[in-house]
C-alpha cells in the first residue's frame, strides 16, 4: 500500500508538472528533429555540423557529425539551415499537427565554384625544366634517402610531432561546440560507463602509455 501511494503521487506531480507547462507555453510545443543532408547529386551525404536556427527567436542548435539534429520548436515557426559552402535552406513547421514529434530529411545544395587546378613549376620553361630534368640526380644514394624517408617509422614520427591543419582545429572545436550544445540542461554522460573508453585505457595500458619515462 506504502508503494502504491508513492506510485499514485508521483503520477499526480507528473500530471500537474504538465498542466503547468500547457498554461506556460501552450499545447503547440514539438520535438523537431532530423537530418542535414547534401542534396546536391543523385547521392545524398550527412553534412555534418550543420547550423539549425528557429527565426526571430535566436535559439537554435548544431547537428552533430552525422548530420543529426533536434530542439525544441513551435507550431508555425521558421527553420533556417545553413552550413558553409551550402545555400540557405527554409522550413516552416507545419501549424496543423496532431502529435508532439515531427521528423524532417532536410537537403540543402552546394554553391561553392570549384577553380580548375593550378600546377606551379619552379622553372621559367619547358626548356629549362628539360635541362634541370635531364641533369638530375637519380643515383641509388637518393634512392635509399627517399625510401628512409618515407618509412612508416618516419611518418608515424612526423605525424606525432607536426601540429594540426586548419581542417583539422577547426573540425575538433566545431566537434566540442556540438557536443556542449547537444547536452545543454542535461548531464553529460559520464566516460566511467563507456565501454569504449575503458577499451581505449586497456590498451593504452598493455602499450605502456602510463609507465613513468626517463628524462
Not at 547550423?51 to 543529426?68: M, P, S
Request: glycine residues 6%; aromatic residues 12%.
Amino acid at each position: 500500500m506504502k508503494y502504491f501511494l508513492l506510485v499514485l503521487l508521483f503520477v499526480c506531480s507528473l500530471t500537474g508538472l504538465r498542466a503547468q507547462l500547457i498554461d506556460q507555453y501552450g499545447e503547440d510545443l514539438v520535438q523537431f528533429s532530423g537530418m542535414v543532408v547534401d542534396g546536391t547529386g543523385s547521392n545524398m551525404y550527412p553534412i555534418p555540423f550543420a547550423t539549425v536556427l528557429i527565426k526571430n527567436d535566436g535559439r537554435g542548435t548544431y547537428a552533430n557529425l552525422e548530420g543529426f539534429f533536434s530542439l525544441v520548436t513551435h507550431k508555425g515557426d521558421t527553420i533556417v539551415f545553413s552550413a558553409l559552402g551550402y545555400d540557405d535552406a527554409v522550413f516552416v513547421v507545419p501549424d496543423s499537427l496532431t502529435e508532439d514529434k515531427y521528423s524532417i530529411v532536410q537537403q540543402l545544395t552546394n554553391n561553392s565554384i570549384d577553380l580548375p587546378a593550378a600546377v606551379v613549376f619552379p622553372w621559367p620553361s619547358r626548356d629549362h625544366f628539360k635541362l634541370e630534368f635531364l641533369a638530375m640526380d637519380v643515383s641509388s644514394d637518393l634512392q635509399s634517402i627517399a625510401s628512409a624517408n618515407l618509412s612508416a617509422e618516419k611518418l608515424e614520427a612526423l605525424q606525432k610531432t607536426l601540429p594540426r591543419s586548419g581542417q583539422e582545429n577547426a573540425s575538433h572545436y566545431l566537434r566540442q561546440q556540438a557536443r556542449q550544445t547537444y547536452y545543454v540542461g542535461q548531464r553529460p554522460p559520464m566516460n566511467i560507463f563507456s565501454p569504449v573508453a575503458w577499451k581505449q585505457f586497456f590498451d593504452g595500458w598493455k602499450r605502456g602509455d602510463f609507465k613513468k619515462k626517463d628524462d
